[in-house]
């Protein structure tokens, strides 16, 4: 799952994931999607850029 | 002092604050992060948790959701009821979801209807067929300098207010090309930067070093009374209560101060 705060500075970014997935994986510019949330520093934007989705790996073991 | 608003939102906020020392500054940014009191969750009474997180993983984000804060709720420590637990310093809530479902913040049952998680689509957990998740959760009040689920200021900073003196230019433009704010433009056959361009300064000196002339023609200083404030809130208050909350948490500081002082 994505983390809930950006692990920097504290901010709240799993508030934008569903839509930042939703808009990336329709083929939009993913900067542009982050611009457009609110997310202007990098310690926020990597937080959603660089992460996986384990949940689907992880279940079937549970 | 003197405060000049530049931008105010429901979240975020920036403005300048001069006639200070950095004392003052540091001071407003550290009660910020650390000394506003703040609701998050501290306990959990978990009846069923079958979906893929540990008990501690799900405790943890259901921390870090912030909850907007009702100026009613106090510390337990500073409660009449010392710490026993009563209305004014706990709040109960209640999580209840049966999968396949993702859970969101939103679901987070509050026995108050004054407080609610500040956000309502903050993913906890994706439940598949069969999982469930049953839990009773307690909130106190607490502090950003014990836990960052306390913590209600983001990304609190301030820079001094720059001053970029430019002086016998010969308008080159090395410095144009080197400034990564892009805020140096030609006007009169010299650099300039205007007035509003100024405050966006990073102070980091590269225009001085790409200039050719010696001694560099433009020169960074910056006003050490004055500095640009920017801070952002985690949706517990809103960016105006929470400067003036971390406002009332130094006079109260200062109170105390005094009154010991007084004692001796
Ligand atoms: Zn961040
Ligand atoms: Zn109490």
Known sequence: MIPVRCFSCGKVVAAGWEEFKKRTEAGEDKGAVLDDLGI??????????????????ISPYQ | MEIDIIELSE????????????SVANGIRRAM???????????????????????EQLGLRLALVPLTMHPDYVPESECTCNGEGCPSCTLNLRLDAKGPKTVYSGDIFSSDPNVRPADDNIPIVELKEGQNIMLGAIAHVGYGRDHVRW??????????????????CDGCGHCIDECPRHIIEIKNDEAYISPE?????????????????????????????????????????????????????????????AEILDKI
């Open chain 2, 33 to 55: 992060i650390a000394d506003v009191p703040n609701l998050a969750i501290e306990w959990l009474e978990l009846y069923d948790n079958t979906s893929v997180l540990y008990d």
């Open chain 2, 151 to 168: 913590q209600a200021g983001v990304a609190c900073g301030y820079k001094n207010m720059p001053d970029v003196i430019i002086e016998n």
């Open chain 2, 11 to 22: 979240r975020s906020a920036k403005f300048i604050l001069s006639d200070v020392d950095t």
């Open chain 2, 197 to 257: 361009n100024m405050i966006k300064c990073s102070l980091c000196r590269l225009c001085e070093r790409a200039c050719s002339l010696k001694p560099p023609a433009i020169q960074v200083s910056y006003d050490p009374r004055s500095f640009v404030f920017t801070y952002e809130s985690d949706g517990s208050y809103s960016a105006k209560d929470l400067v003036l909350k971390a406002a009332d948490v130094i006079e109260n500081r200062a109170g105390k101060m």
């Open chain 1, 40 to 57: 202007t520093r990098y310690c926020c934007r990597r937080m959603l850029l660089s992460h996986i989705e384990m949940i689907d790996v």
